[in-house]
């Protein structure tokens, strides 16, 4: 289990990480996701100790590795990293750098729990092989067997995929968190790309200008974004004015009940999703489509009301309507998340 504490992190007395708090159980995967500047690499590396806190405490396994003048040094930490650039030895085989870690034991023993790692990550045919003759795919999963083959409690991973083409990135990001799950191993994961964060962890913060923003599941984030940074930067949406009293809100689409009814009161923002608007000719709703993309099993709309209030609907690709014809929407709102203006 990895637990933060009102972590706090700078360079040179500027903060760059603040206030971050969260738990990951032992066992699941964590992503920290935000974009680029928002501190995410520089918590990894406070949390694999190679950066000391400005204040706050990181625990690992019920043990405190920083906390004030307590300072664990990394390789102390039980901590493996996984980089964005492989990080292998070119001179040495892949079973060489797998073995590289183990320096404390016995030759044969290390051999064979490299042998080990390599055969679950499918490279055991591969053992005397050297980097440079291995893909992308193929390097980052040597990497990953010679993080595991130490046994860490917690394994950090830095924009592991992202050297890699896409179509390989989603396959092995599926692929990493089985392996890892098998192992049973607690990881976290840094990313900008939601579509990764989505695919492999099971819990995601949301990282802005260095604050933690929302640590939840991605269903959260996306039904239930906290805040509305949130709820730009996960998934797809607009915002339409409402008015909120009592336990609802009204707006051009209809009158939506709010969850918590006392949560705003006045003008808001109400969050609509594409997925949130469904075509239905029966409506009394009416919209002119703006703009279309065809996704394949879907199109994507812009559409625009009568008062030219714009909304997306994501709709099944048969419903194929031109640039400027109008149907009719209905809103199918099973969340209904609200801000202030
Ligand atoms: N060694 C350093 N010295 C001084 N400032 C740094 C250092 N490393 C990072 N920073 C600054 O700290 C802030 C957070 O950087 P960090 O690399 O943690 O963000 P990130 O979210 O991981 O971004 P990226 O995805 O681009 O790596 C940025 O403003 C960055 O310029």
């Not at 260095?210 to 984030?221: D, I, N, S």
């Not at 006045?266 to 969050?271: H, I």
């Not at 209905?330 to 203006?341: A, G, M, N, S, T």
Request: glycine share 8%; hydrophobic share 40%.
């Amino acid at each position: 289990m990895l637990e933060l504490e009102q972590v706090c992190l700078a360079y040179n007395n500027n903060t760059v990480v603040e206030d971050v708090s969260f738990t990951l159980p032992r066992g699941s995967i964590g992503c920290l996701l935000g974009s680029s500047g928002s501190g995410k690499s520089t918590l990894l590396r406070g949390i694999a100790g190679f950066e000391s806190l400005t204040s706050g405490r990181i625990v690992l396994n019920q043990r405190v590795v920083s906390h004030g003048t307590t300072h664990i040094a990394p390789e102390h930490r039980r901590v493996a990293m996984v980089f964005q650039d492989f990080a292998l030895f070119p001179h040495l085989t892949c079973l060489q750098n797998v073995t590289f870690g183990l320096q404390a034991m016995a030759e044969q023993e290390r051999i064979a729990i490299a042998q080990r790692q390599l055969a679950m990550v499918g490279l055991q045919a591969y053992a005397e092989a050297y980097p440079h003759a291995l893909s992308g795919g193929q390097q980052q999963r040597v990497a990953l067997a010679r993080a595991l083959a130490t046994s860490p409690d917690v394994l950090l991973l830095d924009e592991p995929f992202s050297s890699l083409d896409a179509g390989l990135r989603d396959s092995l990001a599926r692929e990493v968190r089985q392996l890892i799950k098998d192992a049973g191993i607690t990881a976290l994961l840094v990313t900008h790309d939601q579509q990764e964060a989505f695919a492999f962890a099971d819990h995601i913060g949301v990282m802005h200008q260095g604050q933690l923003q929302q640590w939840a599941t991605a269903y959260e984030l996306y039904h239930r974004p906290a805040t509305a940074f949130v709820a730009n930067f996960v998934g797809q949406g607009v915002f339409i004015p409402g008015s909120a009293q009592g336990g609802s809100v009204n707006t051009v689409l209809g009158t939506f009940r709010l969850a918590h009814p006392h949560e705003e009161q006045g003008p808001v923002r109400v969050l609509i999703r594409p997925d949130d608007i469904v075509h239905d000719d029966h409506s009394p709703y009416q919209a002119r489509v703006v703009r279309r993309a065809f996704r394949g099993a879907h199109i994507q709309y812009e559409l625009a009301l009568d008062d030219q209030t714009r909304v997306l609907c994501l709709a099944p690709s048969h419903h194929d309507h031109p640039v400027d014809a109008r149907f009719g929407i209905r809103v199918d709102l099973e969340h209904v998340v609200v801000f202030k203006p």
